[in-house]
T-cell receptor, first 114, second 113 residues
Framework: KAGVTQTPRYLIKTRGQQVTLSCSPI?????VSWYQQTPGQGLQFLFE???????NKGNFPGRFSGRQFSNSRSEMNVSTLELGDSALYLC?????????????FGPGTRLTVL | SQQGEEDPQALSIQEGENATMNCSYK?????LQWYRQNSGRGLVHLIL?????REKHSGRLRVTLDTSKKSSSLLITASRAADTASYFC?????????????FGQGTRLTINP
């Protein structure tokens, strides 16, 4: 089985721009979760999608949004980028809800905001 | 704040030695998971231990869970250079509506040849 893929792997944007990141889960997995990882804050949960519905959301401003398509692929969008949004964005997939079983992580998208 | 707190933040040992990392958490949980991350890459799942389990093994890994102390430990025996990575515990709080994994800050493990 192919693993979780994320595109793009690296991204450089400037403040005020918006960005869309994509995640393709492992075939058959219905849950996709997104995390932001920074040296200062560590790994922070953004949101989880299951069967095209957002099931949970972390403590992030409304500039962070996401969606899941019928094929379980997911996208997250960050609007009006700020310098502090520079981070490694990780997505993870699992067959069922993320907290019930192991998650399979993608390699991440490294976002740099200038 | 993070639910899980790993201890120590960094650990450096010689190849062949055992490495022990600890995780403490604040609220009751359904399960606890351990993940490994090699520098700047995705996380790899190691072990999931449920709240009604006390110990679990997987190869050279041994995880314990003490729900009364709200703590867990990860033991890696006979360490290898390839074990150099950051290790994170992640908890699944029982708080209604939570249903998400909460990661700790991680332990940076370095295995010296």
């Amino acid at each position: 089985k192919a693993g979780v893929t994320q595109t793009p792997r690296y991204l450089i944007k400037t403040r005020g721009q918006q960005v869309t990141l994509s995640c393709s889960p492992i075939s058959g997995h219905r849950s996709v979760s997104w995390y932001q990882q920074t040296p200062g804050q560590g790994l922070q949960f953004l949101f989880e999608y299951f069967s095209e519905t957002q099931r949970n959301k972390g403590n992030f401003p409304g500039r962070f949004s996401g969606r899941q398509f019928s094929n379980s692929r997911s996208e997250m969008n960050v609007s009006t980028l700020e310098l502090g949004d520079s981070a490694l964005y990780l997505c993870a997939s699992s067959f069922y809800r993320s907290s019930y079983n192991e998650q399979f992580f993608g390699p991440g998208t490294r976002l740099t905001v200038l | 704040s993070q639910q899980g707190e790993e201890d120590p933040q960094a650990l450096s040992i010689q190849e062949g030695e055992n490495a022990t990392m600890n995780c403490s958490y604040k609220t009751s949980i359904n399960n606890l998971q351990w993940y490994r991350q090699n520098s700047g890459r995705g996380l790899v799942h190691l072990i999931l231990i449920r709240s009604n389990e006390r110990e679990k093994h997987s190869g050279r890994l041994r995880v314990t869970l003490d729900t009364s102390k709200k703590s867990s430990s990860l033991l890696i025996t006979a360490s290898r250079a390839a074990d150099t990575a950051s290790y994170f515990c992640a908890t699944d709080p029982t708080v209604q509506g939570a249903q998400k994994l909460v990661f700790g800050q991680g332990t940076r493990l370095t295995i010296n040849p």
